[in-house]
């Protein structure tokens, strides 16, 4: 009985999401929060990662052989794959890898969220801004997950001496973010009425 | 470098190992997938594979206690991955280096050759050729060492791990562990029985691109078309142009063997060990004096720099010759030679961090 009332709940909440999914991807203002934040994530996150950052100058594409078997090979860290492009335009030197793909994934749920984040902070009588700005809390762990990727890299710019359990835990960042996001959209998705927008 | 390998492989009969070696290795703890089964590491003793040293050089520790030092550094097996087929371009190409970039050179015959630092660091390890000599010019960003090791036929990749945050190299005939400093092998989960032998080693040139092609204008540099698409412009630990980030604090990223506080951690020393033992001469003072006398395992050497280059070199001077330098020249019982050049036996000598020379030479001697 307990069990299918949790499930029922559950699914209504998933539903609701999805609704208010549609709605922040169809207004205007909100798909607008949902798509600048979800680009400021992913040009956060290649940063951090190294794949787009300043060069050595000129303008030059450059693609490696065998890319397609490169693309899966991993590199410096945990779910860190080799770039297979590098794209130099003036001062900035891009690097496509399997990377990006995966940070466009998690740039998209960051979008959402804050999207469905604005949608609930335009409904101050359902939902309390401080419940709200769950979305953006679960945008820290997606920022991290782009360090995860840079591997021990990262410790010396906190000054913390890297352990096996340490170098571990990075390979748990990025699945971790992704569970906080999906889980923050279904919590802050629930509380919209989206017969109220 | 496949090409390469499958020759070699070819020749030794070993044909099952070749679809073995290129392949990644998806686990940074992991073993490698020649490791089980495969019998590369009874089939091919290391010594008929790479060119070793007459006698071994000294090692901190026994070699298992050396393997227990290991960690994983982060990537996996060649994560980082080694420049194979390297090109080179003429000094006047050379436009992505600026005048204070470190580059590490070599002279081999007619061959001058710069291999910039901007790209080692993503690299760590070329496998390349000095005339018709198969070498591996190699790099470990966390202990700034930089030392070339003949290789034979076989190539040389990034293990992934570190001791005493020093690269761990492997070659990739014998899956033989090769800690960078120490030059000599060790057991490892690839190989567990390598046996004891050290590399053959020749000495590189730290200085910058201005020194180097100040003295070597006809010199070569290692292109940025390694086959890799890499960002040459960003140093994911630092900037040696101005020195800053991981080179200039006194943070490491993993544990030391040893720690002594004599210098801070990243100073650098000109160190030179053979069979009998280790030295370590303060770079620093070096510049500035010219000349600096010490002892290598109870034998009187003499270190000398050379100004045009930034550099340093060790000689043994068992006799105990006077030297004495004018800043530019050296004089030998009176005689004037290039710093490089002294009518004494030279020992190989490299730049490393004070906090790397001491954790694998803890007895070393030292002169400030």
């Given at each position: 009985m307990s069990t299918r009332d949790g499930r029922s709940r559950v699914g209504a909440a998933v539903s609701r999401t999805l609704t208010v999914t549609r709605v922040v991807l169809r207004r205007r203002d909100a798909s607008a929060v949902a798509a600048a934040t979800g680009l400021g994530y992913l040009l956060v996150y290649l940063y951090a990662l190294g794949h787009l950052a300043p060069g050595i100058g000129g303008v030059d594409v450059t693609v490696v052989s065998d890319a397609f078997a490169t693309f899966f090979r991993p590199a410096l860290g945990p779910l860190s794959f080799r770039p297979v492009a590098r794209v130099s335009v003036g001062p900035i030197t891009y690097l496509f890898s399997l990377n990006t793909v995966l940070g466009t994934g998690v740039a998209a749920l960051v979008g959402l969220n804050l999207g469905t984040t604005y949608l609930a902070w335009r409904q101050p009588s359902t939902c309390g801004v401080g419940t709200s700005s769950s979305g953006v809390l679960a945008g820290i762990p997606a920022v991290l997950s782009g360090t995860a990727c840079c591997g021990p890299v990262v410790l010396f710019a906190l000054g913390v001496q890297a352990s096996g359990i340490v170098v571990t835990a990075f390979q748990f960042l990025l699945p971790a973010a992704v569970v906080l996001l999906v889980g923050s959209l279904v919590l802050v998705g629930r509380r919209v009425d989206p017969t109220a927008i | 470098m496949r090409v390469t390998r499958r020759r070699f492989v070819a020749a030794a009969g070993l044909g099952a190992v070749a679809g073995c070696t290129?392949?990644?290795?998806?686990?940074?703890g992991g073993t490698s997938s020649t490791s089980t089964g495969s019998g590369v590491e009874e089939s091919i003793p290391v010594e008929d594979v790479v060119p070793t040293a007459d006698r071994t050089l000294p090692l901190p520790m026994a070699r298992d206690d050396l393997r227990a030092h290991a960690v994983s550094g982060g990537p996996p097996k060649d994560g980082i991955p080694s420049i194979d087929d390297p090109t080179f371009v003429g000094s006047a190409n050379a436009d992505f280096l600026n005048p204070g970039d470190p580059v590490f050179g070599v002279v081999h015959g007619d061959v001058v050759k710069a291999y910039p630092q901007k790209i080692l660091v993503r690299h760590e390890i070329v496998n390349d050729h000095l005339g018709d000599r198969p070498v591996a010019v190699t790099y470990c960003p966390l202990t700034g060492t930089v030392q070339g090791f003949e290789r034979g036929e076989t190539t040389f990749g990034v293990s992934g791990r570190l001791i005493n945050n020093n690269l761990v190299m492997y070659d990739r005939a014998t899956e033989t562990w090769w800690p960078q400093i120490l030059a000599t092998s060790i057991p490892g989960p690839w190989n567990e029985t390598p046996g004891t032998h050290s590399l053959r080693e020749f000495g590189l040139v730290w200085t910058t691109w201005r020194l180097w092609r100040e003295r070597h204008p006809d010199t070569t540099v290692l292109s940025t078309d390694t086959g890799s698409a890499q960002n040459?412009?960003?140093d994911p630990y630092g900037s040696y142009n101005p020195t800053r980030g991981y080179y200039e604090?006194?943070?490491?990223?993993f544990g030391t063997l040893t720690e002594d506080d004599r210098f801070d951690r990243k100073h650098v020393v000109l160190g030179a060990r053979i069979p009998d033992g280790a030295v370590a001469f303060d770079k620093a003072p070096l510049l500035e004096r010219g000349v600096m006398t010490g002892e290598l395992g109870g034998t009187p050497v003499v270190a000398v720099a050379d100004s045009d280059l930034d550099t340093g070199y060790v000689y043994l001077n068992p006799d105990g010759r006077p030297v004495a330098s004018d800043g530019e020249r050296v004089s030998v019982d009176g005689s004037s030679h290039d710093p490089a050049d002294l009518p004494l036996a030279r020992v190989h000598t490299f730049d490393a961090m004070w906090f790397a020379w001491h954790g694998y030479y803890p007895e070393t001697d030292v002169y400030a």
């Open positions: - | 290129g392949s990644a290795d998806p686990g940074a040459y412009g960003r604090n006194g943070t490491t990223l």
